[in-house]
């Protein structure tokens, strides 16, 4: 980048931050979501699955204008009980979800199940004329993926994948700050996301009255291998590679949606991982620590640069989130409602004495030295450019509302949806390779392009 592209990404920059406190005085609930009602009547959608996250995605669906939950399925019986309670009588319930799918009425499912389920669910759903909102990770393995988004192209389905970061008012905005210059040239992103607690470690409550007459345990295991009935790994699926995805599936994969979106980027090319079970020893066959180290290459959309992740759930500073892209001119930190820019953009002119070895030079060499000096970097700027600002989202912003909105939108409208089957793969499958890499005890070569193991 020459001095000319500097500046101009500068004034760009500069430009951007003066309208930021109006956006964020200014921002509506819902900063991207434009539904516009059908004149006839509301989006009816059944939820697949309605476990933690599935309740939490009818709680934010049913606050979208034109939108109605008319089903719910789940292989437990006080799950469905539940969505009773809370949605009322008429709500449809099953076990089945080829009961939802069969029914013309139903126009989406959101899906919430167990990893495992997802790519089967999601394209059977497909096929039969459903548009589709899925849970992250898209896929469990990372052969599932291709084919369900081949399934998306064929069906022309609308297909959103729920990682809400890519939705985000405040993700959106970091992307404005990146693209405007605000941290010079990418070099290297890190984030982190640390947990200290028992829930958040995936030690869930179990109901008393568990068992095979009130969970279906067959069904639930599917093509997973076989186990007598567990309360245990049915209701604390995520602790097993059998029908979950780990840290990497849960976790890192808001990661890499956030840094894709803000960076445009396809994928890393090169995936290390490693950790290990520390301390939650409960039964689990997932670690409880992973770091991996990611190498993206070089694209018309960004320069070359390394990726450092992390996630403890055994942390004992407290926990915490946060996703930063360093540069040759600033630092960017994204957190849930905020993004923060620090501005550190060297001199012109490298300076000299202090930790240099010109203190190291006889006098007469010191002298010729600035003299030399002096002429070569003549008008050349000797100070640091620093600055710092943050922004932030109103208080009660939303982005499971504004990607639950997109999803909705994009059923009304022409169907492009904020992260599609081929995103959302993306970012699983850099989260999947974490896995295999850690596993496996190997790095992991990925064409980001082709998305296949090299």
Same mark, same amino acid.
């Given at each position: %980048? /020459?001095?000319?592209d /500097?500046?101009?990404?500068? #004034? ?25 009602k ?21 709680? @934010?669906?049913v ?11 789940? &292989? ?5 009980? =539940?969505?009773?309670?809370?949605y *009322? ?13 069969d029914?013309?009425s139903?126009?989406?499912v959101?899906?919430s ?5 997802h790519?089967k ?13 899925c ?9 599932? *993926? ?11 389905? $609308? ?17 404005e700050?990146y ?18 607690s028992?829930? !958040?470690?995936?030690?869930?409550s179990?109901? #008393?009255?568990?068992?095979?007459k009130?969970?279906?345990w ?17 209701? #604390? ?9 780990g840290?990497?599936?849960? &976790?890192f994969?808001?990661l ?6 803000? @960076? /445009?980027?396809l994928?890393?090319? =090169? ?10 020893k409960d039964?689990r ?18 320069p070359a640069?390394? &990726?450092? $992740? ?19 001119? !600033?630092?960017?930190?994204?957190? !849930? ?6 501005? /550190?953009? %060297? ?23 600035? #003299?030399?000096?002096?002429?070569y ?15 932030k ?17 994009a059923? =009304? @409208?022409?169907?492009?949806?904020k992260?599609?089957?081929?995103f ?7 989260a ?7 596993f496996?005890?190997?790095?992991i070569?990925?064409?980001?392009i ?5």
């Amino acid at each position: %980048m /020459n001095e000319n592209d /500097n500046n101009n990404s500068r #004034r760009l920059f500069l430009k951007t931050l003066s309208g930021a406190a109006v956006l964020a005085a200014t921002l509506p609930r819902s900063a991207f979501a434009n539904i516009q009602k059908s004149a006839n009547d509301n989006i009816q959608v059944a939820a697949i699955g309605v476990g933690i996250m599935g309740l939490k995605n009818c709680a @934010t669906t049913v606050t979208v204008p034109g939108v109605k939950l008319v089903a719910a399925c789940d &292989l437990y019986t006080g799950r469905l009980k =539940r969505a009773k309670e809370i949605y *009322g009588k008429q709500l449809h319930t099953t076990a089945h979800f080829e009961d939802i799918l069969d029914n013309k009425s139903i126009d989406a499912v959101i899906i919430s199940t167990s990893d495992h389920w997802h790519d089967k669910i999601a394209m059977a759903a497909m096929k039969k004329g459903k548009a589709v909102y899925c849970e992250k990770p898209m896929v469990h393995k990372l052969e599932q *993926g291709l084919p369900m988004i081949d399934v998306q192209n064929q069906t022309g389905r $609308v297909c959103q994948i729920g990682s809400q970061r890519v939705s985000s008012a405040t993700y959106l905005k970091a992307k404005e700050f990146y693209e405007a210059g605000a941290i010079g040239q990418l070099v290297l992103a890190e984030a982190f996301w640390d947990r200290q607690s028992a829930n !958040g470690a995936w030690q869930y409550s179990i109901p #008393r009255d568990a068992s095979p007459k009130t969970v279906d345990w067959k069904r639930f295991q599917g093509d997973a291998p076989p186990h007598d009935f567990d309360p245990v790994r049915f209701f #604390r699926w995520r602790n097993y590679q059998d029908y979950g995805t780990g840290i990497a599936g849960d &976790l890192f994969v808001h990661l890499f949606s956030g840094l894709h979106l803000i @960076t /445009n980027a396809l994928g890393p090319t =090169r995936i290390y991982a490693s950790g290990g079970l520390r301390y939650w020893k409960d039964g689990r066959d997932v670690p409880d620590i992973i770091t991996g180290v990611y190498d993206y290459p070089e694209t018309k959309e960004h320069p070359a640069f390394n &990726l450092q $992740v992390r996630v403890n759930f055994i942390d004992g500073g407290g926990g915490g989130e946060q996703i930063a892209l360093v540069g040759t001119e !600033g630092k960017m930190i994204v957190r !849930g409602s905020s993004v923060e820019v620090i501005r /550190n953009k %060297m001199p012109q002119a490298p300076g000299f004495d202090g930790w240099d070895t010109y203190s190291t030079f006889d006098k007469k060499s010191q002298e010729e030295f600035v #003299r030399w000096y002096e002429k070569y970097y003549a008008g050349q700027s000797t100070q640091k450019e620093t600055s710092r600002m943050e922004w932030k989202a109103p208080a009660g912003y939303s982005d499971h509302f504004d990607h639950h909105s997109n999803f909705y939108n994009a059923i =009304r @409208t022409d169907g492009k949806v904020k992260e599609n089957a081929e995103f959302g793969f993306r970012a699983a499958a850099a989260a999947l390779s974490t896995n295999k890499s850690l596993f496996e005890q190997k790095i992991i070569n990925w064409d980001p392009i082709a998305m296949r193991l090299v």
